[in-house]
């Protein structure tokens, strides 16, 4: 008799879904949604119906962007579900797999919802969140099954080089194990071959979607690669969760896919904007320290003193500004912030944001000055930065 499963539900995401909404808006990771009139989409272009393992005009259109067989492609319902397919294709209940740590908390309680043994290996701060091979190593047993990161990492945006995921592939080849890369956040590097670790092993195993870099969310245009007889075995086993897609998702998907080039355009220009406003932002700081990462749609920071519960609170119920708090990636000090709102929607000065966020802050320390009457703030350096 199998045990009852100890997750049943995502905290990110209940508190995403209803608390993180706010006038000004840096919660959210993905840009903001695309208007259907946008994609230059008629009636005509779609139908409701269609069957089998994939729509094949998809499959070939995603095959052709990223250079993969048709054959190791599996579409699904964003990369959420992609995830949730790939790990219950990927190990057993019971099985041991090394997550890294911070993480991404809905992809980390699935794994413990389908019963696996987690281990965690560490992506530190003061290692500008990058993770380092030989500590992996020392952890991998002939009992892992399965390593699981993201690239960007989330929640720091850090980009991890091939050099490094090679010798990840290396470490899991030799324990007879297979890599999960979820990499729906590297298409904010917007090339024009995209590139995936798909292509540096059969190891490993990727997850992405046009979610986050493109603000085609509801389209729920995700998929995985796998080397083909993984990939068939993923189909199968998709029978017992989503079974068939909704057909006009997967039309209005191609569509899209025709149309990324100008799309991204766009994306990146409003990325490359709000970065530089972000970066200027925190070198105003001096109670914060960060990894900047040079691409993605979010960072990481770390207050200085105490945790960042009381500012994310803070901020939200006084000054109308929403960012997610630490604790939904193990880091309480820390909080990320996201860069991809659409500046004139939203109406978002960041000026003002300092101003907002001066004022928190010193409602933060004067609670805390109430809290504890020895407590003395001390002057500190500039916001430090680490590299990424």
Request: proline share 5%; charged share 25%.
């Amino acid at each position: 008799m199998m045990p009852a499963r100890e997750v049943v539900s995502s905290a990110y995401m209940h508190w995403a879904k209803t608390s993180s909404t706010a006038k000004f808006n840096l919660a959210t990771s993905g840009l903001g949604n695309l208007k259907l009139r946008e994609l230059r989409v008629s009636l005509e272009d779609l139908e409701i119906t269609d069957g089998g393992y994939g729509y094949k005009p998809l499959v070939e259109a995603i095959a052709n962007r990223y250079r993969v067989a048709t054959e190791s492609i599996v579409t699904a319902a964003g990369t959420t579900f992609a995830n949730h397919l790939a790990m219950a294709a990927l190990f057993k209940p019971g099985d041991e797999i090394l997550f890294e740590q911070p993480a991404y908390e809905p992809m980390l309680a699935a794994t413990q919802y389908l019963g696996a043994d987690v281990k965690r290996f560490s992506r530190k701060f003061e290692n500008g969140f990058q993770i380092l091979p030989e500590e992996l190593k020392a952890m991998v047993s002939h009992q892992t099954r399965l390593i699981v990161l993201t690239n960007l990492h989330n929640p720091s945006g850090v980009l991890i080089d091939d050099a490094t995921l090679k010798q990840i592939g290396e470490i899991a080849r030799g324990a007879g194990a297979r890599v999960l890369v979820d990499e729906v956040y590297i298409e904010t590097l917007f090339e024009e071959a995209p590139r995936t670790s798909f292509h540096l092993g059969n190891e490993f195993v990727v997850t992405s979607s046009l979610t986050k870099a493109f603000g085609l969310s509801g389209l729920r245009c995700g998929w995985i690669f796998a080397e083909p007889e993984l990939a068939q075995r993923m189909w199968l086993l998709n029978d017992l969760f989503a079974s068939t897609p909704v057909h006009a998702g997967e039309r209005l998907s191609v569509i899209a896919m025709q149309q990324l080039a100008e799309i991204g355009g766009r994306a990146q220009r409003l990325l490359d904007h709000n970065r530089q406003l972000l970066n200027d932002f925190l070198d105003t700081r001096e109670d914060l320290e960060v990894v900047r990462p040079e691409f993605g749609t979010v960072m990481f920071p770390r207050v200085r003193q105490g945790t960042s519960d009381d500012l994310c609170r803070l901020l939200r119920e006084k000054y109308e500004t929403s960012i997610v708090p630490g604790k939904f990636f193990e880091m309480p000090a820390h909080f990320r912030i996201g860069i991809p709102g659409d500046t004139e929607t939203l109406k978002l000065d960041w000026n003002d944001l300092a101003v907002r966020w001066m004022k928190s802050t010193a409602d933060f320390s004067s609670s805390c000055l109430r809290r504890s009457a020895n407590h003395e703030l001390v002057p500190q350096p500039r916001c430090r930065q680490l590299p990424s």
